[in-house]
């Protein structure tokens, strides 16, 4: 609680008062609402960066009260010293002491506790510069901050207190959020440029979905995500899935692509839910193969493509199947067997394929939302123009990515809030 001191209030209210009075004869002599806007506003942060100095002095003051040391003896009252961070009003100075017991020499500054500033800038900069981060590069989350926010951090400072914040993955106890009826995982993988090298990311995207309602969007989107192998990435979503109450969720759907290892996870990890490959992918696959049959861009193969499609779509991909490997015994296949590849890749999917059966049940058939967090989680921040990470500069980047996409943000800054 700020101590109250009525003489150091008075003293700033007549200051206040005087600043006031000196703006408002300012006033009329500007040329436009917006000079006068701007006008008002570098007063509000003036005043207010006043004010918030004294307070902070006035606290400190109250709470510097000589402590024992971990030898049993009382700690005297060193120098005070000067203390500077920038705050969301603008660089602010605080004096407090600093403690010293003459026995043992243990030191302390007791009011650091209390002010929560680590380094140079205060712990709501802090965040600010995080949350800019996760979305913008280093050099346009700076500008914008400048810009938006009046607080001039450096590239440097910015990467240093991205790498504080992101450097480990949030960890939430099992189903602490609202548990849906119905609850659909999605699971694809996207490249980004490291200094080793393109790695893939593999994500999932988690979120309630109302199966009697299926014409609503997705609700409650989350995602996870890291430079994993598929056993390691197992932990990864099951741990997501725990955090979403996939125990007590009332159906479970599991969507991806053709990929081996997400139909492999989702056999180890959800072996109740109903698994749908994506349409999209499937018509890409079915798009291939009609090309060998008569060519690219012709009528003939447009049609052929949209009756294959016709009937997967009635959930008898089977007859495809079937109309496949009878082109192949023709000799109609190309020298890399795109129409046996096609009919073997119909064959070990047929169980996710009844896209009937799945709409029938309000299902989604496509892995939009996946899809959608590659672009949004990987995309727009780690495929930039000439851009390339360090591993763990990435990974930071992630991890407050991942909070801020996912609605977590708040989780976050109550973990990182230093104790007073």
Not at 134 to 154: D, I, Q
Not at 191 to 212: N, P, R, S, T, V
Not at 281 to 298: D, N, P, R
């Amino acid at each position: 609680m700020i101590a109250q001191d009525t003489q150091q209030l008075e003293a700033m209210k007549r200051a206040m008062v005087r600043e006031l009075e000196v703006l408002w004869e300012h006033l009329p002599c500007l040329e436009n609402g917006e000079r006068v806007e701007r006008e008002v506003t570098a007063w509000a942060r003036r005043v207010g960066r006043q004010v918030l100095e004294g307070a902070l002095q006035a606290e400190v003051e109250r709470i510097e009260q000589p402590g024992l040391s971990c030898c049993g003896g009382i700690m005297h009252r060193e120098v005070r010293e000067l203390r500077e961070a920038v705050t969301l009003l603008g660089p602010v100075k605080v004096r407090r002491r600093y403690f010293r017991c003459p026995r043992c020499r243990e030191h302390a500054r007791p009011a650091d506790a209390w002010l929560g500033w680590r380094g140079r800038f205060s712990f709501a900069v802090e965040e600010l510069v995080a949350w800019e981060c996760a979305g913008l590069s280093y050099r346009e989350a700076t500008r914008s901050l400048e810009k938006l926010a009046g607080v001039s951090v450096s590239v440097c400072s910015a990467e240093a207190i991205t790498a504080h914040w992101g450097k480990s993955r949030l960890e939430l106890p099992a189903a602490t959020e609202s548990v849906p009826q119905d609850l659909v995982i999605e699971i694809d993988g996207a490249k980004a440029l490291l200094e080793e090298g393109w790695k893939e990311i593999k994500l999932g995207a988690c979120f309630a979905w109302d199966c009697d309602h299926p014409d609503r969007d997705p609700r409650a989107v989350s995602y996870c995500a890291d430079w994993e192998t598929a056993e390691e990435f197992r932990t990864t979503l099951w741990q997501e899935a725990e955090v979403r109450g996939v125990a007590r969720a009332r159906r479970l759907a599991f969507l991806g692509d053709g990929a081996p290892w997400i139909w492999e996870v989702a056999a180890e990890l959800f072996p109740e839910a109903t698994q749908i490959l994506d349409w999209y992918h499937l018509t890409e696959h079915l798009a291939t193969a009609g090309k060998v049959v008569y060519g690219e861009g012709t009528h003939e193969t447009h049609a052929l493509v949209e009756r294959w499609k016709s009937v997967v779509w009635d959930g008898q991909s089977q007859l495809v199947e079937l109309r496949l490997r009878e082109l192949v015994a023709a000799g109609q296949d190309d020298a890399t067997h795109t129409l046996r590849k096609c009919a073997d890749y119909l064959q070990t999917n047929q169980s996710r394929l009844r896209y009937d059966l799945f709409r029938a049940a309000g299902w989604p058939i496509g892995s939009g939302v996946v899809e959608g967090g590659c672009k949004q989680v990987v995309g727009l921040r780690f495929k930039r123009q000439s851009t390339r990470w360090s591993k763990p500069g990435a990974q930071n980047v992630l991890h407050l990515r991942l909070d801020r996409l996912s609605n977590r943000w708040e989780k976050r800054v109550q973990l990182l809030r230093p104790a007073a």
